[in-house]
Structure formats: C-alpha cells, structure tokens
C-alpha cells in the first residue's frame, strides 16, 4: 500500500523548478515511473511529496545543431531508438536503446531518469560516456550547470544533482564522419536484462589515421567509468594483436567489479577483457 503524499503536476520545464525550489529539495521527481514506482511498492523509496514531470513537453525533444546534438531529459528511450539523428549521429546510442529493457518499459523510461538514477549499470550511460556527453543541470532562479556526464555519477544510486536541480538536456558533440563507434551490453538472460558487462568503444578517424580511442564499461565499478589509461596506450600506439590483448589485460586494472546476485567480480573482470578484445577488433581492425 502507498503512503499519502503531496502529489504536483507542473505544467511545463519553468514551472517545476518553481516547485522544487519551494519545496527545498524535499520532493521526489517522476517522469516514466519505471524506477520510481517499484521502489515505492518495496518500500525502498518513501516519498512525502511527488512532482510529475511527465506531462511536460518542453524538454522532450532530440535536435541536430551545427557542431552538437541536444537530447531533451524528459525524451524516452524508444524515442533515441526511433531517432533518424541519433542512428546517423551516433548509432552506438541507437543500440543501447534497442536493447533497453522491453518496448513498454522503453516507451516510459526517459534519458533524464536514467542517468538521475545512477546505477552503476546505466544503460544510456556507457555510449554516452564515450560521445562526450555533457548534462545540462538547471535550478529555480540560478544559472544552469554543465557537467561532463564523467564527472555526473559519484557512486552507486548518488550524482552531482544538489538539492532543487533537475536534468534540462543532454548535449554531446558530433562525431567525425569517419568515426568508428560499437557497444556491447551482456546480460544474465539476454541483451535486454540489466547487464553484468557492458561497454562502448569510439574511435576517431581523421584523414584515414587513428585519432583517439574512447572507451566506457558499466556494471563493472560503483559508477559509469572511462577507461583512461587503456584509451591512451591504443591512441598512442600502432594496433597489433599484441597491444590488444594487452590493453584487454590493463582493462581489468581500471574496474572495480562487485559479486552480487547476477555475478561475482571475477567473472565481471574476465568477461569485461573477453568482450573488450571483440570490440577492439570490430572497430580498430574492421573484423
């Protein structure tokens, strides 16, 4: 049984930061309710006040600008997976969304959620990290923040956002024409279960030559992480079977893998290295 709460329906994006700076960072926001209502029925979450956002429009939209691409936080996931300037932009973004959850849930869960949530194994997360995503953060009468989305997470279910701020957008630059970019996601049943690996990989091309290498993994650390050190060791040097399987090996030294109920740590590490050398293959040597 739900507890009696305080329940708002703003009106639009202005309207429910008035709200949520009235309420001094004491409501609890809810747009496609796929994490916030399970919690509610297990008790996990026991809010006194709900703001609904989900009847807002204004912050639910996908849009190609000159250099960047904006992503609206209240735009659900089926509509990245439908997106004509997501699957041109950035297709690593589209296949993480195909494979998010099952059409009634993609239909509900919005970006904006995902990301807010901080889980550990974020799905939107991962191929975000890796297109440079930056979160644009706003609050009642203050001046929107803009976060590198690598700087967003702090540790499991806890971000950046203060008290009173919600997402605005997502906004990330555009890829090179040339760029190569492949997502992974590994799942105890199928790709549509919350993963116990996953990761994306983008690399850069500039006049037919390797530029930079991007790479991002989810479930395997307390938070969405990039893999800086093994993105430097492939952008600096010639790509051999050799290097890559060294870098799948320097890998496991940038996760903090957990054992829970989906796997334990040391099957996280081995399979973060397995799926890792596959897509370094696909997207550096076009196997």
Partial sequence: MVEEMEYFRPKNFKESLCYLGKLKGKATLIAGGTI???????????????????????????????????????????????????????PILSETARQFGNPLVRNKATIGGNLANASPAADTAVPL?????????????????????????????????????????????????HARMAYIKFGMRNAMAISIVSIGVLVDIEDGARNKVRIALGAVAPRPVRAYRTETKLSENEVTTELIAEC????????????????????????????????????LKGK
């Fill in 248 to 283: 799948c090996e320097m890998v496991k030294r940038e996760i903090e893998p957990m054992t829970d109920i989906r796997a334990s740590a040391e099957y996280r590490e081995w399979m973060t290295s397995l799926l890792l050398k596959r897509l370094l293959e696909q997207v």
């Fill in 36 to 90: 916030v209502i399970p919690d509610m029925r297990t008790k996990i979450l026991t809010p006194k006040t709900l703001v609904d956002i989900s009847y807002m429009k204004d912050i639910s939209y996908i849009k190609e600008e000159k250099k960047t691409i904006r992503i609206g936080g209240l735009s659900t996931i089926s509509e990245l997976a439908s997106s004509n300037i997501i699957e041109k932009y950035a």
């Fill in 129 to 177: 990290l890796v297109l440079k995503g930056t979160v644009v953060v706003a609050r009642h009468e203050a001046t929107p923040r803009l976060i590198a989305l690598e700087n967003f997470f702090v540790s499991p279910n806890r971000t950046v956002l203060k008290p009173g701020e919600m997402i605005k957008e997502i906004i990330f630059p555009k890829p090179g024409q």
